[in-house]
């Protein structure tokens, strides 16, 4: 059937020639050598090989399609990719994929540059989805990782894309991501998302801040053009996977957040004996800034200055932990307060640094009880703390991948719990694949309706005309009523065939079935009509 591209003019012919000249789609899955395991508990053949197998760059494809296209001028863009590249965009859905670089495959050197503060996610998501063959997108960025997902009508282009975004946003060139990076697709990326927000792939195994950062995702992608029906049915399926795993499991049971190893780490390094009697400055009073007062509190510590922009949250705290000193002091007391300190927690949003060699390099030296060296645990990405400090004699600088070094304990409990909260996620990913799969079925329901009404009208245009001029208003109505009722009555049934949600026997295969059976007895031709309906929906965003 031959589709008009008028619709689109000039900007429908570019896209559309882009689109026809990018080579075969790689696979749409990643190999299934799927895992729950966090950090050094995954197994060799873990998801983790397919990940570091999938890092390498996809080179660019030729620019010999272009050219062939652009010789064929007779031939309408749409009509070149039906009959070049159309296989990737109608006999196969698009692809759930993430791309995403983690405290597990990149230095905190890195991601800091990548990190997006979560005020500028919908302009990020924006931006994502003004890409070419981006249809849907999502940031998910935390001090422990930095990822894109995004509904991608070509898996190689896609990424391609992505990666060249992240690049010019970040500073960081596309030779060092991709040597970082992971790339998961459709199923393996559902999964890892699942794993993240259970906490299975965090530092500190069952954390609960991870799940509570998925959540922010949901609640700041709201409203959002891009932020679309698969990607906001990912994320809030993780959150429900997220509860279900910390209700049905022991996971949660002595976790320790990023905030509570950062202390931990503090207490491992200081002397035993100055536990008490160490002079404790935190700096943020933000939530990671409130669990390491919490923290500290729970070690025994009784006295520490909380360095904050405003005093109210500082406040709040003070008021909620009775019995501990806390004393506000304003950011511009900073440095004084620092020289006053052994220990120095800085968890800001503050995307730059507060302390560099300059600024520390003059503080008082402190005293022997504490080792003679000042400590700074810095557990923001980006970095509140140059790493140019830890040059200064008796200073020692800590970030989130240090943290490591704590976490490293009850392996063998650690394991166990994630096997059991693997069972509830491969559960639940099934579940959203079927759901996700169900969403074949729309478009054949809306052309199915489509043509029903296209019939009905004409039918009623010809019976009314039969009628005369003189029958009135109410009659009109009542014939219109009637072919309308008839209409719906007739495709009530196919249309419960079409449906599959999981909650009944039917299975999705039989659904497909009968998907496939309406559109050859009424040729509604859903393939091309989605190509069309996707390609139509690109150009309009673009033109926004």
């Known amino acids: 059937m031959a589709v008009s591209t008028s619709f689109a003019g000039a900007k429908l012919e570019s896209l559309l020639l882009k689109s026809s000249s990018s080579a075969a789609t790689t696979s749409s899955r990643a190999s299934n050598g799927s895992c729950s395991l966090p950090g050094s508990l995954r197994p060799v053949r873990s998801r983790r090989a397919v990940i570091q197998r999938g ?42 994929v993430v791309i995403g670089l983690s405290i597990h495959t990149t230095p905190v050197e890195m991601r800091e540059k990548l990190a997006i503060p979560e005020a500028e996610w919908p302009r990020a998501i924006g931006e994502l989805c003004g890409l ?111 509860k279900r795993v910390r209700t049905e499991t022991n996971i949660a049971a002595g ?64 008021e909620e932990l009775n019995g501990v000193e806390i004393i506000y002091k304003p950011l511009t007391e900073m440095l004084t307060c620092a020289a006053e300190a052994d220990v120095i927690f800085t968890s800001t949003a503050s995307e730059t640094p507060l302390f560099f060699k300059e600024d520390v390099k003059d503080l008082p030296v402190v005293g022997p009880e504490t080792g003679g060296s000042r400590f700074f645990v810095d557990i923001s990405v980006p970095r509140n703390v140059g790493s140019c400090v830890a040059d200064v004699d008796g200073v020692r600088v800590y970030n989130v991948d240090d943290l490591k070094e704590v ?86 049934g196919p249309m419960q065939h079409l449906r599959c949600d999981g909650s009944d026997s039917r299975t999705l295969s039989e659904t497909l079935e009968n998907m496939h059976a309406l559109n050859r007895m009424f040729s509604l031709e859903t393939e091309i009509s989605v190509l069309e309906q996707k390609i139509r929906a690109k150009v309009e965003q673009t033109q926004k």
């Not at 660019?60 to 064929?72: E, L």
């Not at 404790?280 to 025994?300: D, F, P, R, S, T």
């Not at 006295?303 to 003070?318: I, S």
């Open 132 to 242: 070419n063959h981006i249809e849907e997108a999502a940031v998910l960025s935390t001090c422990n990782r930095m990822e894109i997902y995004v509904v991608a009508l070509s898996q190689h282009r896609g990424v391609k894309e992505v990666t060249e975004w992240m690049s010019k946003t970040s500073g960081v060139p596309v030779s060092e991501l991709c040597q970082h990076r992971f790339l998961l697709y459709n199923k393996d990326a559902t999964q890892h998302l699942f794993e993240v927000s259970a906490g299975l792939d965090s530092l500190v195994l069952g954390e609960g801040q991870i799940l509570a950062q998925v959540k922010q995702v949901v609640k700041v992608g709201q409203g959002v053009v891009g932020f679309g029906r698969n990607i906001s049915g990912l994320f809030k399926h993780a959150i429900t996977v997220g």
């Open 407 to 492: 976490v490293a304990a009850n392996k063998e409990d650690r394991l166990r719990k994630a096997m059991e909260a693997q069972e509830i996620i491969t559960e639940e990913s099934k579940q959203f694949e079927a759901w996700r799969d169900s969403l074949e079925t729309v478009p054949t329901i809306k052309k199915l309706r489509a043509y029903a009404e296209r019939i009905r009208a004409a039918e009623l245009e010809k019976c009314l005309s039969k009628m005369g001029d003189d029958i009135s208003k109410k009659t009109r109505r009542a014939v219109d009523d009637l072919s309308r009722g008839i209409v719906n009555k007739l495709l009530h």
């Open 55 to 96: 890092v390498r760059c996809e080179v660019a494809a030729s620019d010999a399609a272009v050219q062939t296209g652009q010789s064929v001028s007779n031939i309408s863009a749409l009509e070149q990719l039906k009959t070049s590249a159309a296989d990737r965009y109608t006999k196969e859905k698009s692809s759930i």
């Open 255 to 318: 976790a320790v957040s990023v905030s509570s190893a950062a202390v931990e780490l503090a207490l491992m390094k200081l002397p035993a004996s100055s536990h008490a009697s160490a002079r404790m400055l935190v700096i943020g009073a933000g939530k990671m800034g409130k669990l390491v007062i919490k923290h500290l509190v729970a070690k025994g510590c009784t006295k520490m200055v909380v360095v904050n922009r405003t005093e109210e949250r500082v406040t709040a705290v003070r």
